[in-house]
């Protein structure tokens, strides 16, 4: 296969795909997850692709630390496979009180799925609150805390 060079927004587009499969950890791994998507790009490139997307380095459960893009278009709706994968890697709690309830994750990483929750289109999510390792999420009076935390856990499978 014959590695083609695409336009910079094609290219930050295959970048932002490959970040959210595969848990990036380096940006040579990036180049060759690219190169295998038949797109040439170099080390150099790829790192202005990632600060240009604002990509930052997380934690995941083990240690390591991988590529995540904290925030995408607002007006793109994650798919709820997305929502079930980012939670599932980085939801470890979930507790609830009144139409609140309260996600914990690694330090550093409740971007991450605020971002998540805040796209995946959910009726009973009005919004979220990141900090380092906490997601507040406010959810609409009639839905209910203890509803929504039971959706939640079972998307993070707890």
Do not use: C, F
């Not at 390591?64 to 079930?84: C, G, K, M, N, Q």
Request: proline share 4%; charged share 25%; hydrophobic share 45%.
């Amino acid at each position: 296969m014959t590695a083609t060079r695409l336009g910079k927004p094609q290219r930050q587009h295959r970048i932002a795909r490959l970040l959210e499969q595969h848990a990036v950890s380096s940006q040579a791994q990036l180049v060759e997850l690219l190169a295998a998507d038949g797109v040439a790009a170099t080390q150099a490139t790829v790192s202005r692709d990632l600060e240009d997307l604002g990509a930052v380095k997380v934690r995941v459960p083990g240690g390591d630390t991988v590529y995540a893009i904290p925030e995408v278009a607002h007006d793109r709706v994650a798919p709820e496979d997305h929502l079930r994968r980012v939670m599932g890697e980085w939801v470890v709690e979930v507790a609830h009180s009144g139409n609140l309830v309260v996600l914990r994750t690694p330090p550093g990483s409740a971007h991450v799925v605020g971002s998540a929750l805040d796209r995946s289109g959910l009726d009973d999510v009005i919004g979220t609150v990141a900090g380092d390792d906490t997601i507040l999420v406010v959810v609409r009076e009639g839905a209910g805390g203890a509803r929504v935390a039971g959706r939640l856990r079972d998307l993070a499978g707890l």
